[in-house]
């Protein structure tokens, strides 16, 4: 039984100020283009089953032309008569139940099978048996769903979850997407057949039978130099599970620039320098190191954009450098709370900032005391 295995497609997906031609926003076209190269793979090579393990959409409410390319794409599937199964992500899946699934105007199409009430479902399709458990309400009701899912004996058995997994090392360093759900390796029992993930963005082998498929785009810098695409999975009392690459636009990290030592000049110059290894319609980040605003305000921008000019979209990174105010007549230094508050605004610390923020004021103020 042939399969393709693909995830986080996030539709409607949209950045930075380029138009493509047609007046829409170069990187939502990106991600209709991958998806579509995914497509135009599947109709060729004829699956006996697509599974997508969430994130179709990059939104609960994705736009109406979002919803009719994906309607388009379906259809074409539909039509050749090959089975799609998709899994409801944490990006469409609305936190109130009343607000009701983009997934529901799927239902309607022959082989298409939109899984997204918040419960595992169970897919036959040919001998195989699919357990489908799309983004839960809560983690325990997640959990309590996957111990639901139990393989059926003499059958193909797959289980379909999008999920960050604890105890994966490089997992770790990017948790804390919005709304994501989490459960320890442990949930992810050997004894099915395959177990095709979806959530996080690099393709990943997590145990012997279960695989993040990755993104079909990249998203964010994180990705910057992934591969991109999806698995083609042969299963059978051998099972074969080869990676499948879409050509997309790559994302490159130009590394840092350490600026303490440097003088505006000299970093306007090492700028321009890494920016010669820029390709031409690549998204380009490039990270300063202890610069001082005085310094960031004296680059030559002029020169930097030219120089950039190859790129579809530049970033400079930066992180001001602390000592600064001191050197750079700030009239006082603030009292211990007061510098650590402008001290930690300055740092991406997510959802938990505010209990963060809270915590070391209490304790702050205590030593103080
Ligand atoms: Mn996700």
Redesign the pocket.
Known sequence: MKILHVA?SHIGYSAYHKLAPSGLNQREVDTYNSFKQFIEYALKSKPDLIIHA??LFDSVRPTNRAISFVMQQLLRLSEANIPFIVIS???ETPKLRETGSVFRIFEHLENVYPIYKGKLEQIEIDNAVIHAIPHCFSNEELKKNIEMAKPIENRINILVL?VGIIGIKEFSYTRG?FN?QVIPSGYLSPQFDYIAL??FHKPTKVTENAYYAGSTEHFSFKEAGERKGFYEIELGSSPQIKFIELNVRGMMDLGEIDCFNLSSEQITYEIVRKFEEIEEGKIVRIFLRRISRAKYKALDWNRIKKAGSKALHFEIAHEFHEIEHELMGKSRIGSLTEEWKEFISKHPLGKNRKELEELAIKYLTEVLQ
């Open positions: 986080d969430g994130d992500g944490n990006h999008h997407d994501e979806g959530h």
